[in-house]
């Protein structure tokens, strides 16, 4: 079951020179959505436009959260406890070529569909991940948006078929780890620092990793540091994040493993709290 919006009509098609088809110019957001509300829905919305006006694309937030509405509509209706949202905002069609004026109008793309992962069992259990050889470009006027020039991850996400293996992690043409094709990365250290790979060159600024890092480490009295991570000698704990899955403890990474810690758990409460409005 699926359903998809085009520029808010549920019967149009995409034109061909689109523009996020011809060159992945624009962004996307991937969002939870359960009973009447979008998972940290203002999140969402401030990166959106935060990446809109950073690629210069005069979107208009009104248009984004009336798109929304027609989401929730179907979700409030629905037997279905969770949905993926998956939202696009393409700078428009414009033909062939690269250049494009002003005139051009944004364009939307909105797909919506049942999310029926068994995310608890990752999140008890804990998950299995590789390092990737795939090294991350380094562009550090997109670093941190999530825009629609996917290619580094679509080329890591070729590195395993295993279903045994839950991510990759990729790093950097400098060594440093960055993140996982889908999801941002934490470590605990001996001691109990928390830190999380700088996102100055490359990467994504998950929406879920500024949960944690701005509500949930406060909340239980830590601070997170972001630093460059070129080894996991010193980690003790490891745990990947992002919308869908929340936060998600790493228990094998290669041929070691890791214990799911004191640490990862108390933030998993947390944010199980913080969600349940408690």
Known sequence: MQYIWINGNSDQGVSPDNRALAFGDGLFETMLLSGDCISHYQLHLHRLMDGCRRLDIPFSQATAESDFKLALAVVENSAHKFWRLKYIVSRGATGTGYFCDNTVVPERIMLLEPFTRDVCA?????????????????????????????????????????????????????????????????????????????????????????????????????????????????????????????????????????KIGQITRSLQRALNTRESGL
Request: aromatic share 6%; hydrophobic share 40%.
């Open 122 to 258: 990752l999140q008890q259990y804990g998950v299995t991940v590789i390092p990737c050889r795939w090294q991350l470009s380094h562009q550090p006027a997109l670093a941190g948006m999530k825009h629609l020039n996917r290619l580094d991850q679509v080329m890591a996400r070729q590195e395993w078929s295993s279903s045994d293996i839950f991510e990759g992690l990729t790093a950097d043409s400098e060594g440093n780890w960055i993140e996982g094709t889908m999801s941002n990365l934490f470590v605990v250290e001996k001691g109990g620092s928390v830190i999380t790979p700088r996102l100055d060159n490359c990467g994504v600024a998950g929406v879920m990793r500024h949960v944690v890092m701005n509500t949930l480490c406060p909340k239980i009295g830590l601070l997170v540091e972001e630093k460059n991570i070129s080894t996991f000698e010193s980690a003790d704990e490891i745990f990947l994040t992002n919308s869908l899955i929340g936060i998600v403890p790493v228990t094998r990474l290669a041929d070691k493993t890791y």
